[in-house]
C-alpha cells in the first residue's frame, strides 16, 4: 500500500470516528433536553391538592365561616376555569366555595379577581354541600387585610 492510500485511509478511519462521537453527544444531549422538559412539565403541572379535609359543614340559613379569600382555580384547579374566590379555612372543612353573588363580587373588588390570601374574610350566609365540598351563598361579609 503507498504512502497516499494509507494516509487517506487514516484520514477515513478518524472521520468516521469523529463522526459517531458526534452522533452520541448529540443524542445523550436529546436525552438530557427531554430529560428537562419532562421535569418542567411535571413540575409546571403538579397543583397542590385541595384542602378539603372530609368534613361538612352543617347544611344551614344562617352560617358562619372564616378563612383566606383564595382563588380556587389558580391555586387547585377547582371551581371552573376561570378565578373563583374560596375560603381557605385553618381547621376544617379546610375550604368553603362562595357561590357567585353580589357580596362574593364585593369579595373579589376588595382582593381582586384572584385572590392570593390577603384578605382574612369572615362571610355569613347560606351554607350548603355539593360533591364532598361546602359551598356558601354570602349575605355579608367583614374582611380584614392579612399583613
Excluded at 374566590?85 to 353573588?101: C, K, N, R, Y
Aim: hydrophobic fraction near 40%; charged fraction near 20%; charge should be positive.
Amino acid at each position: 500500500m503507498s504512502k497516499r492510500a494509507t494516509i487517506l485511509l487514516l484520514v477515513f478511519v478518524a472521520l468516521i470516528v469523529a463522526g459517531l462521537a458526534f452522533d452520541r453527544h448529540r443524542a445523550n444531549a436529546r436525552q438530557r433536553i427531554a430529560a428537562e422538559k419532562a421535569v418542567a412539565e411535571q413540575t409546571k403541572n403538579k397543583v397542590p391538592p385541595l384542602p378539603q379535609r372530609g368534613a361538612l359543614l352543617a347544611a344551614a340559613d344562617d352560617a358562619q365561616v372564616t378563612g383566606n379569600a383564595m382563588c380556587g382555580f389558580c391555586y387547585w384547579r377547582e371551581g371552573g376555569s376561570r378565578c373563583n374566590t374560596v375560603l381557605q379555612t385553618a381547621e376544617e372543612p379546610g375550604i368553603v366555595f362562595l357561590l357567585p353573588s353580589e357580596q362574593r363580587a364585593e369579595i373579589e373588588k376588595l382582593t381582586g379577581e384572584c385572590a392570593g390570601g390577603n384578605y382574612s374574610i369572615t362571610a355569613r350566609g347560606t351554607m350548603t354541600q355539593y360533591g364532598g365540598h361546602n359551598y356558601m351563598l354570602v349575605k355579608n361579609f367583614e374582611a380584614v387585610k392579612n399583613d
